[in-house]
Structures are given as C-alpha cells and as structure tokens.
C-alpha cells in the first residue's frame, strides 16, 4: 500500500496536524505499546496563552492558530506540515515530538518558574469500546500514564469472576475445560480457523506459523475482531504477553487463517465453502468456522462436512446465539455442533438448542483482538466452539490415529456430563486431553 | 446492445433495457451440490450449457458456484451428478467489535 510505503519513510512520529489513523499505523509500525500518539501537550499557565504561543513561534515552530479558522473550526487536512497547533480557548498546544526535541523541551526537563509553560506531558490514544474492554483500556492506560510519573497506580475494577480466575493464571474456560493441567500443545495439528482474518502483527502470536488465505477480496489482517478473538482461544500462547492470563489452548498448533468473511463481518459469494475446500485441502485435522446463519440444513454444507471427515477433518461450529434452533453449518449431521455454557456450567440464555453434540464455555471470554487494543470480552456460541476447536487440537496431538470421524467420537466421549438435557448441552462440557 | 424477441414476454417489457442488463438484474449466486459419480468438470460444462456463469468448482468438496436466473435452475437440477441447487447463503456475523456475537 502506497500508504504504508509513506509512514515507513517517516520513521518517527509525524507533524503535530497527523490524523489519528496515521499516528496509529505510525506507532504501530515503530512497534509501540505505549498508547502514547507521539506528540505532546504544552499547558500554558492561565492567562499565558497569549505569551506561550508566542514563544513556540519565536523559536521557530511553525504554528498554527485555531483562531486563524472561522469559529475555531478547522479540518486537520487545513493544517498539513504544522509544527504545533495552538488550541487557545484550552491554553493547550498539540507540539509534534521532533519539534519538541529541537527545541531543547522535554517532558522531563524542569520548566522555568518565569515561564508561560506550566506542563509538558504526552499525547496518549483514547479508544472508543464497550464497556469492560474500555474499563480495561483505562486500566492499562493509568497504569502507563502513572508509570510515568514514576508512581504505581492502584484502580479497582469491577468484581468479576474473571478477575478471580485471572489471580490463577488462567481464564475461566480454559480452567473448566482442564486446559492448563494439559501436557498438550496442538503441536504439528493444522487448526483451519475460517472467520475474519487475523490480526498478524499481534504481539501474541509473533514467531508463530500463520498460513493466511483470503476469499472475500480483502486482505487477511483482520479489521474485525471475531477472527483474532477466536484463533486467541484456539490456538493462542502459553504465556501471553505481561500480566494477561493464559486465554489460549493449542499453542503449538499450526494455524491456518482463511478470511471467508470480511472486515464488516459478512461472507461474498460462497467464501465460507471456498474456505472450507481450503482447508481440507490442506489436510487440517481441525476446521474452525466460527460463523453461522438462522437457515435450514444447507446440503453444501454437509457435503463439506463429508468431504473433511473423509480428509481426516472435522468441521466444528457454533450453534449460534439466538436462543433458537441450531443454525447452518452447524445444523448439518457432517459438522460439529456446539452449545455456550456460562461460568456456573449451565447453558448460556443465547444459546440455541436441538441438535447440539458438545458444550463449551462461551459467556465473557477473554482472548486476543486486534492492535493497539490487543485484548477483549465476548459472548457467543463462537467462543464456546472455540474452545472445542483448541480442545480438539490437543486430541489429535495425541494419537495420528484421532482424524475424522474418530476425533470427532473421541472429543464426544470424554466430554463431562452436565445435568442438562442433550439438546441443550450434548454430551457435556469439553476436556482437554 | 441485443434486440429484444417480438411478441414474447420479458420480466421488465416496457424497459429499453439491453438483455445483458436485464439479465444482470435477476442473476443471483447458486451453489450446486455434485454427487462423486460423475468429474466435476463435466457437471460444470453441462452448467454452462444450461445458462450458469460457473464461478468455483470446489474439488474437495463436490459443490459448484455460479450465477445464473432463476430459468436455468430448473435445468440444474436435472442435470446427471447435481444433487442440489440452493441460493448463496448470506453469512452474517454482526459489525465489528460487538461484545456479542454467533
């Protein structure tokens, strides 16, 4: 991408009128984790305005003023190449990093009692989400900003049982599912992961093998968040980055991506059967396709799910989340039909019922998404399939003999029973091996 | 631009409308199930025949994709090895970002 070509050459923060996107892919590319944009904020003491302004100007900085703007209204596209922006009505001043270093400032530099400078700070991102990812987001980001202060901070987040869970080191589905007591790792077991991409940068999965494939006529980095989230589960790491607990369960598995849905969340034209056709065709033990739609059993559907157990595949899928009957794929006797349970074991609300072959844990799971957020909360049978997937992995790693039908009567037998009917639950909660 | 057949009746009669166009406009995505006994490619010859805009051939699969109206359908259907011809099913699972999903 041209784009990209651009912000290369540009190796350090850009000028203090970026767009926003452009300051993200900047510190993305210089690999940074700071939620710092780059540039800086000057406040000028109250009434010194007027005097801070002119003093940026007089050592040379090209500034510009929203007062030059009719109402103070400007478009960031009107002050291209700016050096600083002067923000009078706030008495702040946006200053681009290398100006700042220029000019001899510094967050760290005393400032002069006589001087219309009162602080200098940096600029840090803020990021619009729902609300525990935005709670954690906040988290993080007064543990960054009071790092830098040189204090520690102390917030109190909601109580959780996650929050307990994250103390052992795990979280909650993987802990249910017996994952961390497993010798397993997935390792040499291809997971086919069909869904919107993934995020191939994320810090998590560095070193890992990603073969990547799209049919939606977008690239595979996901722009989503459903394909990070769900390949987190099934195949993230044993020790995920600083203090976030293990959310991952084939962490040696070879991850197939294949982007069948696109960065908007919808299939084009027959992608997922595209993707399935990939998938087999590389002989993945385990195909992954987090996806589904309220529809009768579809026949292409279920000649996948032949065609996989016949390659020594299994297709798994979620139920879906309508509180309603299994939709497809998920609904053909070929694939593998799994049901959400919450924390306390029993079937999530959403989850739909009737022809189910398994349970997992799919309310409130934690697992990758896209950068700069990296990590996140959802709720869906797709996350509870999941966790079959990365369960089923470790199977397979076991014996070359649990391909196919096999793995598939395997994973089902040494599911724990739930006190439940099997339309809601199947043969019960999935175990790791 | 094709000239329209005297005296028959189109789905869109009154429109001066090329046929390409008009056939652009009630041609949607059909995926064809194949049964094993017969190659693939045979299947998606007859297919062409019959009207299709072959798309895919899934080998590992058996299943065809194209487009074509809703006329050549029927002809599908009857076509040796096709087991089943149903309309492209639309995947949808929600925006980007949402604490819930499928």
């Known amino acids: 991408m041209a784009r990209k070509a651009r912000k290369r050459a540009q190796a350090t923060s850009g000028p203090a009128t970026s767009s926003v996107d452009e300051l993200l892919l900047a510190a993305l590319e210089r690999g940074d984790e700071s939620l710092e944009t780059g540039r800086y904020l000057i406040t000028f003491k109250e009434g010194a305005v007027k005097e801070g302004a002119h003093a940026l100007s007089a050592t040379g900085l090209r500034s510009v003023d929203a007062r030059d703007f009719a109402g103070q209204a400007f478009n960031i596209r009107d002050v291209a ?23 001899g400032m510094s967050v760290q530099a005393e400032i002069a009692a006589d001087s219309p400078i009162q602080a200098i700070e940096p600029e840090y991102f803020v990021f619009a989400q729902s609300a525990d990812d935005y709670l954690r987001g906040f988290a993080r980001a007064t543990e960054v900003i009071a790092k830098d202060l040189g204090q520690t901070a102390e917030l109190k987040m909601p109580d959780h049982d996650q929050e307990e869970v994250q103390v052992i080191g795990a979280t909650w589905g993987l802990i249910k599912c017996k994952v961390p007591p497993s010798p397993r790792s997935g390792a040499g077991i291809k997971v086919a992961v069909l869904d919107t991409g993934m995020d191939l940068g994320h810090p998590d ?22 394909g990070t989230h769900n390949i987190g589960t099934a195949c993230g790491p044993q020790a995920p980055a600083g203090t976030t607990p293990r959310y991952g369960i084939g962490y040696k598995a070879l991850i197939f991506a294949g982007k069948v849905l696109s960065n908007s969340g919808a299939s084009v034209g027959g992608s997922v059967l595209a993707g399935m056709n990939w998938a087999i065709a590389n002989r993945c033990a385990v195909i992954f396709t987090p996806l589904g739609s309220q529809a009768p059993v579809q026949a292409a559907y279920t000649a996948a799910g032949t065609a996989a157990l016949n390659n020594g595949g299994v297709i798994i899928a979620p139920a879906g989340s309508s509180g309603s009957n299994p939709g497809a794929p998920a609904n053909s006797p070929t694939i593998m039909s799994v049901a959400s349970l919450d924390q306390n074991l029993s079937p999530s609300s959403f989850s739909n019922f009737g022809k189910i072959e398994i349970a997992a844990p799919g309310r409130d799971v934690l697992s990758s998404v896209p950068r700069p957020t990296r990590y996140g909360t959802r709720s869906g049978t797709s996350m509870a399939a999941a966790h079959v997937a990365g369960c089923a992995a470790l199977w397979a790693e076991t014996s070359p003999t649990l391909r196919g039908m096999n793995l598939w009567n395997k994973v089902l037998a040494t599911a724990q029973p739930l006190p439940f009917p099997a339309s809601r639950v199947g043969k019960g909660l999935v175990q790791a091996p | 631009m094709a000239p329209k057949k005297k005296g028959k ?8 409308v090329s046929r390409k166009a008009a056939q652009k406009k009630s041609t949607q995505t059909w995926v064809i199930t194949t049964s094993s006994d017969r190659p693939m490619a045979d299947i998606a010859k007859d297919l062409s025949a019959a009207g299709f805009a072959v798309d895919q051939t899934l080998e590992q699969i058996g299943v065809i994709t194209g487009k074509s109206d809703a006329k050549a359908v029927g002809k599908a259907r009857a076509i040796r090895g096709v087991t089943d011809v149903s309309p492209d099913l639309q995947v949808d699972i929600g925006p980007p970002n949402s604490r819930d999903t499928w």
């Open chain 1, 81 to 103: 190449g700016a050096d600083s922006l002067v923000l009078p009505e706030i008495g702040v001043a946006v200053v681009a990093a290398a100006a700042l270093a220029t000019r």
């Open chain 1, 205 to 226: 999965f560095s070193g890992r093998m990603i073969v990547g494939q799209t049919f939606v006529g977008q690239p595979v980095q996901d722009l989503h968040s459903h």
């Open chain 2, 9 to 16: 009746r189109e789905t869109a009669p009154r429109k001066t």
